[in-house]
């Protein structure tokens, strides 16, 4: 029987979980569980489940922050993420982290039966053991967390270490001996030995070409080294920027042997850097759209990691919201983007929206003002009440409207309606979200309320502005 810990918040659920599944007969026992994600981490240091059902949100300690914590464990459990939210960033985090299943409450007996019987076949797997130690080894790199990943490599030998994006796996079956490791969504990394002149050859060439024709793979590159601990651990993302040379320069997909280049941020990093760090986004966007093509193509995935972080903790700054984990590997941005132009497209257009009708805190001169502003840019879409911003922050009324006046030109409501209608319109640009779901997730408690504010603004209807924006 393999072990299982059951962590949610609601006790209810744990017991559905408990008592309404067939445990024993999926190969499983709950061994233990717990109502927070701090009792699961003292939890799974005692005693060592092999999987563990998480809840998302959690106080204390969300499940995210639980798998991220577990990462660091010599043996970290298999994670399945169950969750009332049906949002991406979940299931994004979910999967960045190495989540064995993610499902949607309430959990369905079939849906959990199928992930379980997926990872009973994964913990009876060596493979598999050698992907934990992956995850481990990318949450801290070095010799010791290396030496697992090459258990049963013959010490001495050249070792030809790969790295694939695709949907798939390199054709190396047939071909040579070779461990194959999730690295990513898409990347895989392998660890080769034998006869490595086989990797020129015409059966794994073609095959590789057949691969990428039939899009199962983008790109495969792979260096040889007589020191795979030490190369793991200082090139494995330099090999990652030859792998993902299509991201800054599109249609440069290698496929074949590499010199790993360095991979550290250039001086543009520190530049963009100094930008966000002295809240300045409109400077940040100006420096990201205007690259030239020769600017962009000098960059590196260091570059694209410092620009993907800066960013997100720049808006979480102005979000007034804590801040997400930051990415660590180039292959992260370069899944999550596509592209180096995509990326910006999508970091300016996210910098766009809170620099718009949103006013920048930081160049008001009432500090009390300045906090009320912040408060509301961060949370415009839940129910503000312009009473309780001033209890809250224990100013007059009358004297904060003469602030609002005084400094940003308008009044209070005025100010709102101005963030909602923004984000309603990207909303309408850039989902299939019905207008009523778009009406509440700008924050109007009135579907017509908001289309009737939303024609006075713009002088059509929100389906017509769609239908606009739909034909460019």
């Known amino acids: 029987m393999h072990s299982v810990l059951i962590v949610d918040d609601e006790r209810m659920i744990i017991n559905s979980l408990v008592f309404g599944f067939d445990w024993k007969g999926s190969g499983f026992e709950v061994v233990a569980t717990a109502t927070n994600g701090r009792e699961a981490l003292a939890l799974i240091s005692s005693a060592k489940p092999e999987v563990v059902l ?31 939210h049906a949002e991406f960033r979940y299931a994004q985090d979910a999967i960045r982290l190495g989540a064995a299943g993610y499902c949607l409450k309430p959990v369905e007996n079939e849906e959990l039966a ?52 695709g949907a798939g796996e390199a054709p190396l079956k047939g071909v040579l001996p070779a461990t194959a490791l999730r690295v990513g969504e898409r990347c895989r990394m392998y660890l080769i030995q034998g006869d490595l002149t086989a990797l020129e050859g015409y059966p794994f060439r073609s095959a590789l070409l057949a691969a990428v024709t039939e899009g199962q793979l983008s790109a495969f590159v792979y260096d040889v080294t007589s020191q795979p601990e030490s190369y793991l651990c200082n090139s494995f993302e330099a090999l990652c920027g030859q792998l993902y040379a299509g991201f800054f320069n599109p ?28 809240n300045r986004p409109k400077e940040a966007i100006h420096s990201l759209s205007s690259l030239s093509p020769e600017e962009q193509s000098a960059l590196r995935l260091g570059d694209a990691v410092t620009v993907h972080n800066q960013c997100q903790t720049l808006l979480c700054r102005m979000k007034n919201q804590p801040c997400p984990t930051p990415l660590r590997f180039g292959f992260e941005v370069a899944e999550r983007y596509g592209s180096f132009e995509a990326m910006v497209k999508a970091l300016c257009r996210e910098l766009s929206h809170m620099t718009g009708p949103a006013f920048n805190a930081d160049q008001l001169h009432n500090e009390t003002l300045r906090q009320v502003v912040t408060e509301i840019n961060g949370s415009f879409t839940k129910e ?32 709102l309606n101005a963030l909602r209608m923004d984000y309603a319109r990207e909303l309408l ?44």
Do not use: W
């Not at 998302?56 to 969750?83: D, Y």
């Open 54 to 84: 998480t809840d998302v949100k959690m106080p204390g300690l969300t499940g995210i922050e639980l798998m991220e914590q577990c990462r660091e464990l010599e043996a970290p459990p298999l994670f399945v993420i169950i969750s009332g």
């Open 251 to 278: 249609g440069q997909n290698p496929l074949g042997r590499v010199e790993p280049q360095s991979a550290e941020p250039t001086a543009f990093s520190e530049k963009f850097r100094s930008l966000c760090n002295h």
């Open 429 to 472: 640009e850039t989902t299939n979200l019905l207008v009523s779901e778009i009406s509440d997730k700008a924050g109007y408690d009135s579907y017509l309320t908001f289309t009737k504010l939303f024609k006075r603004e713009t002088g059509v209807t929100p389906k017509q502005y769609r239908n606009q924006a739909q034909q460019g």
């Open 384 to 415: 503000i009440s312009f009473q309780e911003l001033s209890t809250r922050h224990c100013i007059n009324p009358s004297y904060l409207s003469q602030l609002f006046k005084k400094e940003l030109g308008t009044t209070f409501t005025n100010y």
């Open 114 to 165: 199928e992930i379980l019987q997926q990872i009973k076949g994964r913990l009876e797997d060596d493979e598999a053991r050698r992907n934990r130690a992956m995850g481990h080894f990318l949450t801290a790199p070095s010799p010791e967390n290396a030496r697992p990943l090459l258990a049963g490599f013959a010490e001495g030998q050249p070792i030809a270490v790969g790295l694939s994006d």
